[in-house]
């Protein structure tokens, strides 16, 4: 029977206490300390690298609150930050995420902090697998190097967060003698390319257990790295062999990369592992990050808290032409903003949208799932703040109460994996690079690969299997004109593909565009929305977040702070 690596977010030193004692060696230590060097053997560097893994969903102890700062989907820094989706809620409630959503983050933000605490927690897990390697005898050559190969893989991934948020940070490995005294000063791409191009060259295409990092998304996040930096020519490479030899497909229809019955499907290429009602309080192993990532209480569903509602802009996105295209050359203005009816006794919006809209967002008067209508306001915490849609890729059908979560307030915890990278991923990615240094005609063919996808898949309906919408999408007719529309296109395409799954706000900095579309969203949807009224991005200091004020506080040697501060904060 296949298994699954499920991320365990209790702290991982009690995890260890636990396995300890069915092993025969729990003598007389210091209270609360495992001998570090009990691991040093095939079981124990095992149990070390499942605390690494545990590491990547965000919650690696304490409360699911203080894990929304660190959640893998990374909904608040990629999402709520751009103009996919508004902070939600009520103005007053987790009023630190304000700060996030309105670009006025200050060093001593609590998210600031947490985010940074729970990544580092990674690193240091990685860390000490890789400092006990050499101690282990029990292991074959090959099993070592898949081990290291996984550590370090992870050991990326944390800094690559860490990286896109903070911007520079101190890198700390195996080999640190005294973390406190390292500064911040370089950006550790190189480092973390080290890190991920060993994990491609040394880890197998397919593992038994899920949710192991393999070489497919080693070489996927490779990828990603290099397009960071702008290095197209050796994305390129890279993502090809991924696309073609990979063996992934797409799935037939966009709402299946979604659902829990399709968890690690065919298109997923690294998948994290949520579970529920696993004999865990709370579920803290569906990721705590999420929790309140879910439709109000109100709402009726049995979830909390209102938080992470899609905006008007990403809802105006999806509207498309009579010849089934986006409206690329549109100025998005406050007469674009969609109507819909506050009680979601009808769709008033009647002109054509992408069918992935509604697969996105939970929008009124249109299906939620299996849950009913979508009621409007009534469905939402605080219209005026959130808006009246709510999100739907990570929620639950009714129908399967049985894997959601049941034993705490967060009862939108389910058990929806999170697809970290697909094909449709690779694709859209691919097709960039071929627009930046390849071919236009492969960039289009690649692009029309994934709307001809969405053009096939299931639309939403009502319950006498008429469309709740007027859904229409259709490939582009002919080779992208120049390299400024396909570019556009392909940017486009990325944000309704992939909306609201938290890589919008690093896509808009890494494209160098951040100001200019940030500062027109906050100007349009501040028309409706209080809470961004009178807000605004600042270029060359809002594209990365401050180094939190207690770290640099804490960074001292000879008595000076060694960390240093972000420009503008």
Sequence with gaps: MKTRIVLYTLKVSLAFIFWACSNDWYTIKPKGEADFGTFANQKGINALLIGAYAA???????????????????????????????????????????????????????????????????????????????EINDMSAEELRFVEAQAKFLRAHFYFELTIVHGKVPYIDENTENASEVPNDHLLWAEIEADMKFAADNLPSRWQDKGRA????????????????????????????????????????????????????????????????????????AGWGDAGAF???????????????????????????????????DVYSPDDILTYSPTGTEVTYKDPVDPRLDHTVGRPGVPYLDWGIHKGHAWVSDVNNGGPYTYKKNMFKQAERSLANSSSWAGGLNANNFRKFRLGHVILWLAECEAEVGSLERATQLVNIIRNRAKNSNVVQFDDGTPAAKYKVEPYPATFGSKEFALNAIRHEMRIEFAMEGIRFF???????????????????????????????????????????????????????????????
């Design 56 to 134: 990547v969903d965000g919650a690696v102890g304490g409360s699911e609150v203080e894990s929304y700062a660190s959640a893998v989907s990374n909904w608040l820094w990629g999402s709520v930050q751009s103009d996919d989706a508004y902070k939600g809620s009520a103005p007053s409630s987790q009023f630190p995420m304000n700060a996030i959503e309105q670009h006025t983050l200050e060093p001593f933000n609590t998210y600031l902090a947490n985010h940074w605490i729970n990544l580092y927690d990674g690193v240091s897990r990685t860390n000490d697998v890789i400092r006990l390697l050499p």
């Design 295 to 329: 439709p109000a209480a109100n709402a009726g569903l049995g979830t909390c808290c209102g938080y992470f509602q899609p905006s008007h802009s990403l809802v105006s996105a999806h509207r498309v032409g009579e010849d089934g295209l986006p409206l690329l050359n």
């Design 214 to 285: 393999t070489k497919w998304a080693a070489k996927t996040y490779l990828a990603r790295i290099y397009m960071f930096q702008q290095r197209f020519t050796e994305a390129r490479p890279l993502l090809e062999d991924v696309y073609q030899n990979g063996g992934f497909t797409l799935m037939l229809s966009y709402e299946q990369n979604y659902l829990i019955e399709f968890n690690n499907n065919a298109e997923s290429i690294f998948e994290i592992q949520y579970a529920v009602n696993d004999g865990f309080v709370g579920s803290p192993n």
């Design 507 to 569: 896509d808009l900095v890494r494209w160098g565009i951040a100001n200019t579309v940030l500062n027109h969203y906050i100007a349009v949807d501040g028309s409706r929305m209080v809470h961004l009224s009178g807000r605004s991005f600042i270029q060359g200091q809002h594209e990365i977040a401050p180094i939190p004020q207690r770290e640099i506080d804490l960074s001292l040697k000879e008595g000076q702070p060694v960390l240093k501060q972000n420009p503008g904060y």
